[in-house]
């Protein structure tokens, strides 16, 4: 069965410079979501995007930005990077979300390295 | 806010043992409750998925009970083998649709 794909797995950049991350929902999934994992914690929130539109939004930073295109993937658009953003970004997708399904399924994540 | 907390945040045990892990939530008014599991540098992997309306869910040797009144959930695994493994976390959303709030986490290691 088709999982979330998420590329690149891993990105290495330097400070102030921009990462983008891309996001593949399962078909027919309407609802993307977010997550930002750092070293040793819990995923934290950062945004959501129902039927192309956002959702929800958590604690995304400024310099970050997310989309949903007519084709359902998703990205994440990370500016001025800053040391503290290296972490694992998971994108997660989720079918009838507003009907409560909302069972959510997550990729592998995006490993990105902050120098 | 919602507050999930994960209680013991490790446990080791003996191959062939069973395993209780505890997740706790400080606002009742939850639409489901979601236990993953997560290896190492990997990504989530969904076990079971409780609604606020069920008191338990089962799959395989693993099953998750849900008490929402005292704000607890805890995933029971039968007879653990090493590939158990792994870090098991909690989450709620509070509504459909809505972000999932994580607990801390339970690094389990099971010894052979």
Known sequence: AAGVIQSPRHLIKEKRETATLKCYPIPRHDTVYWYQQGPGQDPQFLISFYEKMQSDKGSIPDRFSAQQFSDY??????SSLELGDSALYFCASSLDSLSGANVLTFGAGSRLTVL | KQEVTQIPAALSVPEGENLVLNCSFTDSAIYNLQWFRQDPGKGLTSLLLIQSS???????????????????????????????????????????????????????????
Do not use: W
């Open chain 1, 73 to 78: 993937h998703s990205e994440l658009n990370m």
């Open chain 2, 54 to 112: 069920q008191r338990e869910q089962t799959s395989g040797r693993l099953n998750a009970s849900l008490d929402k009144s005292s704000g607890r959930s805890t995933l029971y695994i039968a007879a653990s083998q090493p590939g158990d493994s792994a870090t098991y976390l909690c989450a709620v959303p509070k509504a459909a649709g809505n972000k999932l709030t994580f607990g801390g986490g339970t690094r389990v290691l099971v010894k052979p």
